[in-house]
Nanobody
C-alpha cells in the first residue's frame, strides 16, 4: 500500500498563489507517476497535472501556464505550484500515485486538501 498525504491548501484571493505538496509513504518502490486531480462541488474529479518518474509532465488546458508540477524522487514527494489562481480553481485537490508492478497498475489517492479562491 501507498499512503499519499497532501498539504498546503487554504484560502487565497484571486490572482494569488499556493503550493501543494504530497508525500508518499509505504510501499513506494515501483512508483511510476504522481499527479494532482481536483473535484469541485457538483462536478466530477478531473485531472490537473501529472508527472512521470522521468519527469514528463501533462497539464489540463485550464491550468497550463499557471500551474507547475514537480517532484523530488528521493523524497517521493510531488508539488503543485499554483499561480494566478481563479475562483474556478476552487476545489478539493487530490494527490494520485501510480505504481506499476509487472503488468499491473495500482492507483492510490490522498484524502484531499481544500483550495478556495475567493475575495
Amino acid at each position: 500500500q501507498v499512503q499519499p498525504v497532501e498539504s498546503g491548501g487554504g484560502l487565497v484571493q484571486p490572482g494569488g498563489s499556493l503550493r501543494l505538496s504530497c508525500a508518499a509513504s509505504g510501499t513506494i518502490f515501483s512508483i511510476r507517476a504522481m499527479g494532482w486531480y481536483r473535484q469541485a462541488p457538483g462536478k466530477e474529479r478531473e485531472l490537473v497535472a501529472t508527472i512521470t518518474l522521468g519527469g514528463s509532465t501533462n497539464y489540463a488546458d485550464s491550468v497550463k501556464g499557471r500551474f507547475t508540477i514537480s517532484r523530488d524522487n528521493a523524497k517521493n514527494t510531488v508539488y503543485l505550484q499554483m499561480n494566478s489562481l481563479k475562483p474556478d480553481d476552487t476545489a478539493v485537490y487530490f494527490c494520485n500515485v501510480v505504481r506499476v508492478v509487472g503488468d499491473m497498475s495500482y492507483n492510490y489517492w490522498g484524502q484531499g486538501t481544500q483550495v478556495t479562491v475567493s475575495s
